[in-house]
């Protein structure tokens, strides 16, 4: 009796392992099979020639129609030409500017680290690390001076030009802390201006030396953590999880971009759901430019927002988020 008892029990788990086994074949077999319909549905995902990451496709918006039988799906230009303008998506919307609407007035400055095969008609360089000493800022009478030197005046219109919407980020909050009140990022970066069909030179343009004379905005540029301000880490969330500064909110500066370009101020506003709009916020990274990216986004959704130097972000005293306090 007990033999015939343990022979039915055992029929009955390797009945079991044989079904979970199969209903596991089976979902593999669906996965398999749907992932490239999947995939097409992903606006926001990022798929290269036989790649395709999990976390974009997670993040993506999904609640897309499906095009009509026949129709093909916009990629590449034609996809960043039919979404060229964004304006009123943002509480200042003045930071970014559409290609089209870059008139012949302003000045394009790309700040690419390297030269490029073509840039838009009549730009002048200037890489971002020419800010930079180090992993640090320069003074604010070096940048002007790397500033005038390639023809800045403070009357001019910039457009601040790059493949990284990170580095032109940086490049507009020091036009900013040096007063230049109309500075703006060029929205979708190079892809979006070849896809608008804008004229290009092969090479930078060159202007005689200008007159660019700083007025600097203090207020950009924190030297301490205000009372009461948001202190906000920057870092991509593996790099913060290794040591973090104390009471720090963290927020990767790769949520602020989606495929070169800023996210929309819906996603914005989910990004920035955790900070309090009274509250000043300052951003610091041992990378300037994932600072200025978040601080860039900030800026963009109407927050108040300033830069502070790792080093001295590591000294700051525990903030208060109004959210929650870690440490």
Do not use: H
Request: glycine content about 8%; overall charge negative; charged content about 20%.
């Amino acid at each position: 009796m007990v033999q015939r008892t343990t022979g039915i029990r055992d029929g009955s788990i390797r009945m079991m392992g044989r079904i979970g086994f199969t209903l596991l074949l089976a979902a593999s077999v669906l996965l398999i099979w749907t992932a490239p319909a999947a995939r097409a549905q992903c606006s926001g995902c990022q798929v290269t020639a036989g790649s395709w990451d999990p976390y974009d496709f997670l993040d993506a918006d999904l609640s897309v129609s499906p095009p009509a039988s026949g129709q093909p799906v916009s990629t590449g230009a034609a996809a960043a030409s039919s979404s060229l303008y964004r304006s009123g998506q943002f509480p200042s919307d003045l930071l970014l500017k559409s290609p089209k609407s870059v008139s012949t007035s302003d000045l394009i400055l790309d700040v690419s680290d390297g030269k490029r095969d073509w840039y838009p008609r009549a730009a002048v360089g200037l890489p971002y690390t020419g800010l930079m000493r180090g992993s640090g800022l320069r003074s604010y009478s070096e940048m002007a001076a790397a500033l005038s030197e390639i023809g800045l005046s403070n009357n001019d219109s910039v457009v601040v030009a790059s493949e990284d919407p990170a580095q032109a980020a940086l490049m507009v909050w020091a036009l900013k802390y040096l007063g230049t009140v109309d500075a703006s990022l060029l929205d979708g970066g190079y892809e979006a201006w070849r896809a608008a069909g804008l004229p290009r030179d092969t090479a930078l343009a060159s202007r005689k030396a200008g007159d660019f004379s700083p007025e600097p905005n203090y207020d950009l540029l924190a030297t301490s953590l205000p009372a009461g301000a948001t202190l906000v880490d920057a870092r991509p969330f593996s790099n913060a999880s290794q040591g973090r500064l104390a009471g720090a909110v963290n927020i990767d500066a790769r949520e602020i971009v989606r495929q070169g370009r800023i996210k929309d101020g819906l996603e914005l506003e989910r990004v920035f759901s955790r900070l309090d709009r009274d509250r000043d916020v300052v951003v610091s990274s041992p990378d300037l430019t994932q600072a200025a990216i978040v601080w860039y986004g900030l800026e963009l959704m109407g927050f108040q927002a300033s830069l502070m130097e790792w080093e001295r972000a590591k000294e700051a005293p525990k903030a208060q988020t109004g959210v929650f306090s870690l440490g």
